[in-house]
């Protein structure tokens, strides 16, 4: 039977100073165990306030905007799968087998998976569109589009997501930090 140590100690104040950040460090006693650390904010009011990612403090409430813009953006990513399914559905129709769908989609540039990964993936998803990423070749995209009438429909849905991942990328800057000293 093993038995374990644990070590803590103080890394730093939290953001309000009445309390600290402690490291605490648990080994166990034989050879083939890593230690286990975690970081954790010892004040009631920051540990509400704040969260330990690992060496910074990430304020709460800060992350909301951006927790928002990410379902957005997966929203209209679910949208757009979609709203292309039919087109891969047609494109598609004639292939016979899965091996020779992965090859053209690796062809068309929208898939660098295996063929092991690939059957995992339409095992999982019945959607060819699924497993790949379409978006890898918005050329051919907007191509299989304007054949099936759509093209206008995809391309308000591709601004619509650029839109969308802009305003994530500036909601997960605008998220407050800070280093853990």
Request: with cysteine; aromatic share 6%; hydrophobic share 35%.
């Amino acid at each position: 039977m093993s038995t374990s140590e644990t070590t803590e100690h103080s890394v730093g104040l939290c953001p309000c100073g009445a309390g600290d950040i402690i490291k605490s460090i648990t080994t166990q006693d034989n050879p083939w165990s890593g230690a286990d650390i975690s970081v954790r904010i010892n004040c009631s009011k920051c540990s509400s306030e704040w969260r330990v990612l690992y060496d910074s403090l990430i304020l709460r409430s800060s992350e909301q905007e951006a927790i928002q813009a990410g379902r957005n953006v997966a929203k209209i990513e679910k949208q757009l799968i979609a709203a292309i399914e039919p087109l891969f559905d047609k494109y598609f129709a004639g292939v016979k087998t899965k091996k020779a769908e992965l090859a053209e989609l690796q062809r068309l540039g929208i898939s660098q998976d295996n063929y092991r990964g690939y059957l995992k993936l339409r095992r999982k998803h019945s959607s060819i569109a699924k497993c790949c990423n379409p978006l890898w070749n918005t050329g051919w995209l907007r191509g299989i589009a304007e054949e099936g009438g759509c093209l206008d429909d995809l391309d308000a849905l591709l601004l619509d997501l650029r839109k969308a991942k802009e305003a994530h990328g500036h909601a997960l800057a605008s998220i407050v930090r800070q280093r853990i000293a």
